[in-house]
């Protein structure tokens, strides 16, 4: 087993709103090129953290490293520069601009080229968007207006551009929501290819059980701001509290099912 450093390492991270307890001392870590995933019930603060990790919320108490650097206290864009990606559940692009343009965007600001950032985007970085373009597999689309891709072809757009500053750590919040099950499928294998052969750890929040359970290396489980498993796919699929507070026998018992049946 490896004894490298974490990636990322979380410390007893609060936070709390008008007494209501939305993150409750939360302590977890992240190594390079592994596949983490949050889930939770609506409310169990897995938003709240996801926005201490990228600086959009500040903690109350706490901390956070990243590759041994503190990043508490640092605006969003500092921590993205430090090396952290992030998806949403809604995704955000330029409609009217081509593909391409948009992962050139992303490449001008990492690249501090914001000058004029307009005219500098059709020169800057062509290549190496065409690069991250074919590694999520939208090459062929790079000429075409964002707003006419299909709904699961902009999750993988989006993907490129959330790589577009060569992060360390990804931070995907529902990064399958709305697709189809086979979109699901693909788009989560693509993500964990690419996080292992860039050893870029990755942190993400989902409700498909199936995707979790097929794609996580190891799972935590919030409810009500507090931390109440941590495990293998399997140890947490067999978690008692799990099973009572989030899962259910049901899932549990489908999910299980459909294991065996792809053995």
Same mark, same amino acid.
């Given at each position: 087993m490896s004894m490298a450093p974490p990636l990322l390492k979380v410390e007893g991270l609060s936070k709390s709103y008008g007494g209501v307890h939305a993150v409750r001392s939360?302590?977890? *870590?992240?190594?390079?090129?592994?596949?983490?995933?949050?889930?939770?019930?609506?409310g169990a603060g897995k938003s709240t953290?996801?926005?201490?990790?990228?600086?959009?919320?500040?903690?109350?108490?706490? #901390?956070?490293t990243l590759l041994g650097v503190e990043t508490v206290g640092r605006k969003p864009r500092a921590v993205w520069r430090l090396g952290v990606g992030r998806t949403f559940q809604i995704t955000a692009t330029f409609p009217t601009m081509t593909v391409r343009e948009n992962v050139q965007v992303a490449l001008v600001s990492y690249g501090r080229q914001l000058f004029n950032i307009w005219g500098s985007t059709a020169s800057y970085a062509r290549e190496e968007a065409g690069r991250l373009l074919d590694?999520?597999?939208?090459?062929?689309?790079?000429?075409?207006p964002c707003g006419e891709l299909a709904y699961g072809d902009?999750? #993988?757009?989006?993907?490129?551009?959330?790589?577009?500053?060569?992060?360390?750590?990804?931070?995907?919040?529902?990064?399958?929501?709305?697709?189809?099950?086979?979109?699901?499928?693909?788009?989560?294998?693509?993500?964990a #290819?690419?996080?292992? *052969?860039?050893?870029i750890g990755v942190l993400f929040?989902? +409700?498909?059980?199936?995707?979790?359970?097929? +794609?996580?290396? #190891?799972?935590?489980?919030?409810?009500?701001?507090?931390?109440?498993?941590?495990?293998s796919p399997a140890?947490?699929?067999?978690?008692?509290?799990?099973?009572?507070i989030y899962l259910g026998e049901g899932l549990v018992y489908d999910a299980r099912h459909r294991e065996g049946a792809g053995a």
């Open positions: 939360v302590s977890f *870590e992240l190594r390079a090129g592994e596949i983490l995933a949050l889930i939770g019930p609506n953290c996801f926005d201490m990790l990228n600086g959009q919320n500040t903690p109350d108490s706490g #901390r956070i590694l999520v597999g939208m090459g062929a689309y790079a000429e075409r902009l999750k #993988r757009l989006e993907l490129a551009i959330a790589l577009a500053n060569q992060p360390k750590l990804l931070l995907m919040d529902e990064p399958t929501a709305g697709m189809a099950p086979r979109e699901r499928i693909e788009l989560m294998r693509l993500t #290819r690419i996080a292992r *052969e860039q050893s929040t989902e +409700h498909d059980m199936d995707v979790v359970f097929e +794609h996580a290396d #190891r799972i935590l489980v919030l409810n009500r701001g507090s931390l109440i498993a941590e495990g140890e947490v699929r067999g978690n008692p509290q799990v099973r009572a």
